[in-house]
């Protein structure tokens, strides 16, 4: 059974650094399209970043750009969010999500899952 497992999150003081991992489980990482996402208390999941299953392309979030960076190894079926110069707003829970990648221009809409999500508390 395919499952994401998040790890590297905590708590740190603004302007530090964190590295989250989301390892996949019982898949190929390479068959799946991946991103990060973020949920505060009583807030919408919000997407933060995402990568292609090469690798070879990345979209983030306006508020993050130029400050978080993802990234992958499918040998490891890893994926990763280097997280820099983190803010208090950058507190939230982060998930990691797994979509079926395209395959011939069609893409199962329900191969999609879930980590349980790993914390991340930026104080002031």
């Known amino acids: 059974q395919a499952r994401l497992v998040e790890s590297g999150g905590g708590l740190v003081q603004a302007g530090d650094s964190l590295r989250l991992s989301c390892v996949l489980s019982?898949?190929?990482?390479?068959?799946?399209?991946m991103s990060w996402y973020r949920q505060t208390t009583g807030e919408e999941r919000e997407f933060v970043a995402g990568?292609?299953?090469?690798?070879?392309?990345?979209i983030y979030e306006d508020s993050v750009k130029g400050r978080f960076t993802i990234s992958r190894d499918n040998a490891k079926n890893t994926i990763y969010l280097q997280m820099d110069s983190l803010r208090s707003e950058d507190t939230a829970k982060y998930y990691c999500?797994?979509?079926?990648?395209?395959?011939?221009?069609?893409?199962?809409?329900?191969?999609?899952?879930w980590g349980q999500g790993t914390q991340v508390i930026v104080s002031s």
């Open positions: 990568i292609s299953w090469t690798g070879a392309r990345t």
């Open positions: 019982g898949r190929a990482s390479s068959d799946y399209d």
């Open positions: 999500h797994a979509q079926g990648k395209e395959v011939h221009g069609v893409r199962d809409e329900l191969d999609v899952f």
